[in-house]
């Protein structure tokens, strides 16, 4: 009798035993704890925001938002200057990191200049272009030395005019951002791929096409997304330009917020900007992931 209850000690200490949690757990359980209070809770609150009233579910703030004259230009704004400014933004970015992989004389510096917007805020970066643009700004200055009469750059009743400025000071704001992907991407890839075209006979179009561009192709990915997402969220700089007469879609998230002091709708636009982010990180995921790769 002894014997036997010796004999099944061990299984019943084995049967009693907690399970093991993996050690993946522990790893990534705190980041999706994390995670889901830092992104996951505001988002919540704000679909209830948007989308609840005293009574419950309502449409009231949507349709506020959607109503709204201010509402469709803005929208048509932000994807126009997205559309624009993002293929200009990697074209430049592109050539600048491939003049700097060529080695020129003092290419540090010309590297650090360039990323110099990289170091200023958004606003800064507004005020500074709002003292070129400005009707006695440094721009008509310039133009009244050599004998040209100035314009109102930022004129109200011209468009063309005001989405050109907001263009041009974005992509000389942000464009040192993708330069810094880009840079950091081709110092990944040997020369020896180059050179191995160059020994039979590509031009520099078709190693850029054939061998630069598809090596380059995750750290594109990765500026694309990026660049993307922060382009739907420009205000600062349209703002200190333009004020409200080239609306953005935050631009109006921000005077619905703090002007017409109305969280609802200002959530209601928010959760747009949320979507259509959401919408082409997953689109270029898709667009831009390698051949057998799967979904």
């Known amino acids: 009798m002894a014997v036997e209850s010796v004999l099944s000690a061990p299984a019943l200490?084995?049967?009693?035993?907690?399970?093991?949690?993996?050690?993946?757990?522990?790893?990534?359980?705190?980041?999706?704890?994390?995670?889901?209070?830092?992104?996951?809770?505001?988002?919540?609150?704000?679909?209830?925001?948007a989308?609840?009233?005293?009574?419950?579910?309502?449409?009231?703030?949507?349709?506020?938002?959607?109503?709204?004259?201010?509402f469709w230009p803005a929208v048509r704004n932000t994807f126009l200057l997205i559309a624009v400014m993002i293929p200009l933004q990697f074209a430049f970015a592109i050539a600048m990191?491939?003049?700097?992989?060529?080695?020129?004389?003092?290419?540090?510096?010309?590297?650090?200049?360039?990323?110099?917007?990289?170091?200023?805020?958004?606003?800064?970066?507004?005020?500074?272009?709002?003292?070129?643009?400005?009707?006695?700004?440094?721009?008509?200055s310039a133009l009244s030395l050599v004998g040209l009469?100035?314009?109102?750059?930022?004129?109200?009743?011209n468009q063309t005019a005001l989405f050109v400025c907001?263009?041009?000071?974005?992509?000389?704001?942000?464009?040192?951002?993708?330069?810094?992907?880009?840079?950091?991407?081709?110092?990944?890839i040997p020369r020896d791929y180059d050179e191995a075209a160059q020994v039979f006979g590509a031009g520099f179009w078709q190693r850029l096409r054939h061998v630069t561009l598809p090596l380059l192709k995750p750290s594109l990915q990765v500026a694309l997304i990026l660049r993307t997402i922060l382009a739907?969220?420009?205000?600062?700089?349209?703002q200190a330009l333009t004020g409200q007469n080239f609306p953005l879609v935050v631009g109006e998230t921000y005077r619905w917020y703090t002007g017409l002091q109305n969280p609802n709708v200002a959530a209601a636009l928010a959760l747009i900007i949320l979507g259509a982010s959401l919408v082409t990180s997953i689109f270029y995921l898709r667009a831009l992931r390698e051949k057998g790769q799967g979904n």
């Open 13 to 49: 200490a084995v049967s009693v035993r907690p399970r093991r949690i993996p050690p993946a757990v522990w790893l990534i359980g705190p980041s999706i704890v994390f995670m889901a209070f830092l992104l996951g809770w505001p988002v919540v609150q704000g679909v209830l925001q």
């Open 51 to 70: 989308f609840r009233n005293e009574e419950g579910f309502t449409l009231e703030f949507v349709a506020r938002m959607a109503d709204d004259p201010y």
């Open 232 to 238: 739907f969220q420009t205000f600062a700089v349209a």
């Open 97 to 140: 990191a491939l003049l700097l992989r060529a080695n020129p004389r003092f290419h540090k510096a010309h590297f650090f200049i360039w990323a110099i917007p990289l170091a200023l805020s958004d606003l800064a970066a507004g005020l500074v272009w709002l003292a070129i643009f400005n009707d006695r700004g440094y721009l008509n």
């Open 149 to 157: 009469e100035g314009a109102s750059w930022l004129a109200y009743d």
């Open 166 to 188: 907001v263009l041009i000071a974005e992509v000389w704001r942000s464009t040192s951002l993708v330069l810094v992907i880009v840079v950091s991407g081709l110092q990944g």
